[in-house]
Nanobody, 115 residues
Framework: QVQLVESGGGLVQPGGSLRLSCAAS????????MGWYRQAPGKQRELVAR???????NYADSVKGRFTISRDNAKNTVYLQMNSLKPEDTAVYYC?????????WGQGTQVTVSS
């Protein structure tokens, strides 16, 4: 079972940037595809970025060209660089395997985009 701890969220103005980090432990991290998910108030959790064990990436249309997912297998860490943030990016952001492991959700990190 993978344990995941997200960090790096905060309050940022529209157009700003944030870098999220996800530290993983407790399993063989490097063999899994990993993803960043987000859940806005009143909405379902959605996958916004995915990276395979080999480093291939995919993005939801809503974040394509603005967000970049990366991973450092030596540090068991996944990152999400978020640029040109919009108010609609406001959500709690989580990382997890793709497909997700139900028992591995962390506490998430809040991202709020507001002026």
């Amino acid at each position: 079972q993978v344990q995941l701890v997200e960090s790096g969220g905060g309050l940022v103005q529209p157009g700003g940037s944030l870098r999220l980090s996800c530290a993983a432990s407790g399993s063989i991290f490097s063999i899994y595809a990993m993803g960043w998910y987000r859940q806005a108030p009143g909405k379902q959790r959605e996958l916004v970025a995915r990276i395979t064990s080999g480093g291939s990436t995919n993005y939801a249309d809503s974040v394509k060209g603005r967000f970049t997912i990366s991973r450092d297998n030596a540090k068991n860490t996944v990152y999400l660089q978020m640029n040109s943030l919009k108010p609609e990016d406001t959500a709690v952001y989580y990382c997890n395997r793709v497909p997700y492991a139900p028992g591995s959700w962390g506490q998430g990190t809040q991202v709020t985009v507001s002026s």
